[in-house]
């Protein structure tokens, strides 16, 4: 029997810009323009809960958020990381890693549940992927 | 030189009711009546990022939220599990680990920054600990 085949949720898929995929995870941003906010997928199917990874994934999954992570301090020099699996809403198995500053719109509160997200004019979001393309080594 | 000590963030100990040490991290519950909530904090002194975890110790917090994740799911099975890394207020590296119910005060938002929480009854307090220490093995 074939693996079941990953589909990414409908609704991240409603909310981000594609970055593109690292060798476990689909990188996505998040279209809020008020914070650098990128969202990690593992392509594969049915996973809810960090739990289910097995013990590749697992390292693989650590390695990829040290890679955003990175990418994002890089980029952006923020004050504090806010790394995050939480899935109340959307079940997919995905994680949240976002560059926060101390002078940002939700600060010190967490990002989510926040008022409608503002999505990125069309020439940043286009900057905006262009760059993470180069810092996650994508392109 | 003497590699510098671990101290507890005191706003993390005021919070928190001490469930134990696991070979990297220290236990606690959130003292926090609505939700069955640990936090783990890995005794390296002066780490605020995940980023700054080397290989080994990266390891090692991934089985213990593993441990942490499974020892919730078999005392209040929860339907679904949220686990964080955040540190806007408190800066000492510390991950959530929080058994969340479609049926809880705050779902499906996040657990933090909502109203004060109400304190477990002392009873309560003792017996969720000693349940916590058991399903850990810190007994």
Redesign the interface.
């Known amino acids: 029997m074939n693996a079941p085949t990953f589909h990414l949720d409908p609704r991240l898929a409603a909310d981000t810009l594609d970055i593109g995929d690292l060798q476990l995870s689909r990188v996505l941003l998040m279209n809020d323009a008020r914070f650098p906010w990128l969202v990690l997928v593992p392509r594969r199917a049915g996973l ?4 289910q990874l097995d013990r590749a994934d ?2 693989a999954l ?1 390695a990829e ?2 890679l955003c ?2 990418a994002l ?1 890089e980029l952006h020099r923020p004050d ?10 959307v ?1 997919q198995f995905h994680v949240h890693v976002i560059a ?1 500053f101390e002078t940002d719109a939700a ?4 990002v ?2 926040d008022t409608p997200a503002p999505s990125y004019a069309a020439a940043e979001a286009v900057a905006r992927v262009k760059d993470l393309r180069a810092a996650l080594r994508l392109v």
């Open positions: 809810v809960e960090f739990l697992c390292v650590d958020l040290r992570s990175l301090m504090k990381l806010n790394v995050a699996a939480l899935g109340n809403v079940r926060r600060w010190p509160r967490p989510w549940g």
